[in-house]
């Protein structure tokens, strides 16, 4: 979501100003295989070797002898590792008690003495604009390479699907915050549910850490036209770019994946429990957002500050499968994938 301001920074300054990302692995992955900035430095917050720790990140920044530092994460740590790099100007949002880190403060939406829900594409493009990088363009853009695309063929083909028949991919992982997980007997039921249509076929996406649980939602949902990516090798970010580009529809929890699934222009299908969509909102093509009817008895008795949800949440558990069922036919129709629809 951070790729409309990293887009205005680069249409915004000359080629002149070099523009380096610091960034964790997996972030720095991404943002490698896109045209908006010069280089990279990779780090760990507490990585022995090869990577940079915080410690050697700090001294690799001073020893850089950058100009500015522009912050999107919120935290405390990353205006102390600017600081600490001597960085002369740090711009950022005044949150998380870090105000006196930074150079250049941007106040926070607030109504009430809560944070006003903002998206985060449009609350990072505030940051461009505050460089005097404005830009109106808020559409994410991935650029995929077709070396990826024909890796994205090749699972099709070791999982015996055909890649003229229309597929649905579900996600159903988070990085964190578990309670944002759709049940796996939902996520199952709503599989073989999508096959008893003859022109459907199914692959649950994963990550190299997420290849058992969808190794087992294949085994229980047995069905030749249900697969995984979890039988392929090496299982990097580019891609699962690539296969999300490949999907008719995308059935997405709250999560990475699916912004990834909308910069892909796929049509996606958002399951949200606890959170909120208002600070997600994206403006590619229009996804549809799939929300409990009524917030669980937890969130219902104590309704959440913030974006951040009671880890007793049940929100995810009242999207029921046949809701989530009619919403991907109705999309399957919409771009005439499909011609009937099974009893």
Request: charge should be positive; include cysteine.
């Amino acid at each position: 979501m951070a790729i409309p301001t990293l887009r205005a920074l680069r249409t915004g300054f000359s080629r002149n100003v070099t523009m380096i990302g610091v960034a964790r692995p997996g972030p720095a992955n991404f943002s490698k295989s896109q045209p908006w900035l010069d280089d990279h430095i990779v780090y760990r917050s507490r990585s022995q070797a090869p990577e940079l720790n915080r410690r050697r990140l700090v001294k690799k920044l001073r020893q850089e002898r950058f100009d500015a530092a522009l912050l999107l994460p919120n935290s405390l740590s990353t205006a102390l590792i600017a600081t600490l790099a001597q960085i002369p100007r740090r711009i950022g949002y005044a949150r998380g008690g870090r105000s006196w880190l930074l150079t250049d403060r941007l106040a926070v939406p607030q109504s009430h003495g809560q944070l006003t829900p903002i998206p985060a594409i449009d609350y990072y493009l505030q940051l461009a604009e505050y460089m005097g990088c404005p830009s109106a363009d808020r559409e994410m853009v991935l650029s995929i390479d077709e070396h990826w695309h024909a890796q994205a063929d090749q699972i099709w083909e070791s999982v015996g699907f055909d890649v003229n028949v229309p597929t649905v991919i579900i996600n159903n992982n988070v990085a964190t915050c578990p309670i944002r997980l759709w049940s796996a007997d939902r996520v199952t039921s709503f599989a073989r549910k999508l096959v008893q249509h003859p022109e459907i076929q199914v692959l649950f996406h994963c990550a190299p850490n997420e290849r058992a649980f969808a190794n087992k939602l294949v085994k229980d949902a047995d069905h030749p036209r249900i697969q995984s990516m979890a039988r392929t090798e090496e299982l990097p970010l580019e891609l699962s770019m690539a296969v999300l580009s490949k999907a008719k529809v995308v059935v997405s929890t709250d999560s990475g994946v699916r912004a990834l699934a909308v910069a892909a222009n796929t049509k996606v299908v958002s399951l949200f429990g606890p959170t909120k969509p208002e600070w997600t909102l994206t403006y590619n093509q229009p996804e549809v957002v799939v929300r409990p009817e009524n917030a669980c008895k937890t969130c219902q008795k104590s309704p959440p500050r913030s974006n951040k949800a009671n880890s007793r949440c049940q929100c995810m558990q009242q999207i029921s499968v046949e809701r989530v069922y009619r919403e991907v036919i109705a999309q399957l129709r919409e771009q005439r994938s499909i011609s009937g629809l099974a009893a």
